[in-house]
């Protein structure tokens, strides 16, 4: 017997792993850059969904009625897939709210570039982690364990008429708490530098005062960016194990939110 039959059935369920997978790159870091071609896009979504469809559990679909409420479940799976897409993306939002705390204490503010990852206008700092962040992603293969979270959602999520329990997730680490988690994360990559410039603009306060001919507006600037570029290349090594442990809870958080019924 064939694994699977190309009838009716088959082909919804194809469709729908379809729209999910194609949520999930959407929203999923790296390849949802703008810098990558769309067709790219279609492409990775239609070869994941070509490998994954004999492995997707057909259990909840035995008997389901798709000729009603067939607008609803392809709602659940753009749901599905953006959530995981924004779940695995909490480890940039880290990094981007470190990168713009570090460069508003050095006050590089206003040297910004574009971010083909949001779309938008990002500081050099954080531009430079977010690269750093994607480089240590793809080398560490921390990418295949988000691959793998989402087709296990297959299994943990199915495609069926059954709705997802929102009140299961609410108990998991998330809302709130996944927030939170963003900005502890943040604080920490930022605090060797926000701590150095406060002491440091304390103390040029001090000269200031003392000999009043130094114009220390003037003066602290590029102070502090000198500083803040010493502190960045010391502290980097433990910012890389930082982020590699980072990536690890955000990997487990993807698994613990798949696994709630």
Request: aromatic share 10%; charged share 10%; net charge neutral.
């Amino acid at each position: 017997m064939a694994p699977f039959q190309l009838n009716e059935a088959e082909i919804l369920v194809f469709g729908l792993a379809l729209i999910r997978i194609s949520a999930f790159f959407v929203s999923w870091p790296v390849f949802s850059q703008f810098s990558v071609p769309n067709p790219i896009k279609v492409l990775i979504a239609l070869t994941v969904t070509f490998c994954v469809f004999s492995v997707i559990p057909r259990d909840g679909i035995q008997g389901a009625n798709f000729e009603t409420g067939l607008v609803w479940l392809a709602l659940k799976e753009v749901l599905v897939g953006l959530l995981m897409g924004f779940t695995c993306r909490l480890i940039f939002y880290a990094v981007e709210v470190g990168g713009h705390m570090i460069a508003t204490s050095m006050g590089l503010t206003s040297a910004t570039v574009f971010n083909p990852a949001s779309g938008t206008n990002s500081t050099v700092v954080e531009k430079f982690y977010i690269v750093l962040l994607t480089l240590l992603l793809l080398g560490l293969n921390v990418h295949h364990s988000f691959l793998s979270a989402m087709v296990e959602s297959f299994t943990a999520i199915p495609i069926s008429p059954a709705g997802i329990d929102l009140a299961a997730l609410s108990e998991q680490k998330g809302g709130s708490e996944m927030f939170q988690q963003v900005t502890v994360a943040g604080l920490k990559m930022a605090a060797p530098v926000m701590v150095v410039i406060f002491f440091l603009n304390v103390a040029m306060g001090i000269v200031g005062r003392a000999v009043p001919q130094i114009n220390v507006l003037v003066t602290s600037l590029p102070v502090n960016i000198l500083a803040g570029l010493l502190v960045m290349i010391v502290t980097l090594p433990a910012l890389i194990l930082e982020l590699d442990k980072g990536m690890v809870e955000f990997a487990d958080l993807v698994f613990r939110l798949l696994k709630t019924k």
